[in-house]
């Protein structure tokens, strides 16, 4: 076994920016490279062989990959449905999310494995640098970070030269468009991501427009967990890329977020996420039928900070488990069905059903019948209501006279 000194753990994904650290941790550094990949959604299991198979032909003493799809879920995306967290009342956190549970993984392998050194291939010029640093920090802080892209400043074509003088010679061209696929949503960034005028246009989503027409999905949530689709019930994972699949193939769930990065620079990107868009809008909907006023209303306040949170990389203060603990508190009575219709572009909920709907025609019905109090009653209200403003503009009558 080589001494703990000489092992680094890289997160590696197969990419240009990570294949130049396999070789330069190796050939540069003198370290033995052991690769990991972290599942949070979106991989098949012949993209995660190729990845392995690509992390071992560079020169890795090894490579893992750690799944956290379910982890992921339990621990932060249930909380973000039970927020309806929108970053900018538009994006549900899809890539975002997804990087503390990554980083916290490759802490934890490294120190399964006794590394002294983490390395990543984060740039200088985005949000993944500080997440996968902070949590690196705080779980294991005797752990030198390698960060040889940010570091180095290299341009694509320097780190082709540099692959190629080891005869590693593959067609490193850039996609045109940038894809980070998830459970929770697929992030897309390209050259119109970069100005703050241009739409991204049909070919740079992942999932073509193949669906015409209309359809009708129904969703139950129990205690504000999707626990099935159409009546068939599964886990909550597997509910998720269950509507995917359904709804993704209309063109739903597209958008492009703006919003104010953690290093202070505003950030586009577009996404694609069919499923948290309609299952926010879904339980939310479902949540304004069972839950009283108040309840909603300081549920959102908590509700933006967590997500403000998680955006920036700091799910591992303690305030996020007593947060977590007020929205899943909240969630006790949010059980029942909700119809939403599926349609080119677009969807629309149109309706719930729920045991717990307090829109009870038992109490009254809203413009038509009151069941519960008198006109009267209403009369000496409306009077109680009215009297602290009423005082308000007769003192500012009596000023201004």
């Given amino acids: 076994m080589s001494a703990k000194k000489d092992k680094v753990v890289l997160a590696f994904s197969g990419g240009l920016d990570t294949s130049y650290c ?22 098949s299991a012949e993209e995660l062989q ?10 890795a003493a090894s490579h893992k990959t750690l799944d956290q799809v379910e982890t992921f879920y339990q621990q932060c995306v249930k909380y973000l449905v039970f927020g309806n967290v929108l970053k900018n009342n538009t ?34 010029a985005g949000n993944d640098q500080v997440r996968f640093d902070l949590v690196f920090h705080i779980l294991c802080p005797d752990v030198k970070i390698i960060t040889p892209i940010r570091d180095q400043q290299l341009s694509r074509q320097q780190e082709i030269d540099y692959l ?36 991204l246009p049909e070919e740079a989503y992942p999932t073509p427009v193949s669906k015409e027409g209309q359809e009708t999905v129904t969703l139950e949530f129990e205690k504000g967990e999707l626990v099935a689709v159409n009546g068939e019930k599964a886990s909550p994972v597997t509910n998720i890329e269950k509507l995917t699949a359904i709804a993704a193939p209309y063109g739903i769930g597209r958008d492009i977020h703006v919003g104010d990065t953690i290093i202070g620079i505003k950030g586009r990107v577009g996404f694609e996420a069919a499923a948290p868009l309609i299952m926010i809008k879904a339980h939310h909907a479902l949540e304004k039928h069972t839950q009283t006023k108040w309840q909603q209303y300081w549920k ?6 967590y997500g403000m949170l998680v955006h920036e990389g700091q799910f591992l203060d303690p305030v996020m488990r ?45 413009g038509e019948e ?13 009077k109680i209501l009215a009297n602290q403003t009423k005082i308000f503009h007769a003192i500012q009558k009596q000023k201004q006279s």
Avoid: C
């Avoid at 959102?300 to 900070?305: C, D, G, I, M, R």
């Fill in 50 to 59: 190729e990845i392995e198979m690509k992390a071992m032909g560079l020169g």
């Fill in 370 to 382: 009151n069941l519960s109090w008198s006109g009267e009653d209403v009369k000496g209200f409306t």
């Fill in 91 to 124: 994006y549900p956190l899809s890539v975002s999310a997804e990087r503390v549970f990554q980083a916290v993984a490759i802490a934890e392998y490294a120190k399964e494995i006794d590394a002294a050194h983490i390395a990543h291939g984060s740039t200088g």
């Fill in 22 to 43: 396999v070789k330069y941790l190796t050939h540069e550094l003198g370290l033995e490279v052991h690769t990991a990949i972290v599942n949070t959604g979106g991989f």
């Fill in 300 to 305: 959102e306040q908590l509700a933006n900070w």
């Fill in 322 to 366: 007593n947060i977590e603990t007020f929205l899943a508190e909240t969630q006790e009575n949010v059980s029942g069905k909700v119809t939403v219709l599926l349609a080119p572009y677009r969807f629309q909920v149109e309706g719930i059903s729920s045991d717990f709907d307090l829109m009870s025609s038992d109490f009254g019905k809203y």
């Fill in 164 to 199: 190629a003088q080891f005869g590693v010679e593959k067609e490193w061209a850039k996609a045109q468009y940038s894809i980070n696929q998830g459970l929770w949503g697929t992030s897309v960034g390209g050259a119109e991501t970069l100005t703050s005028h241009q739409a």
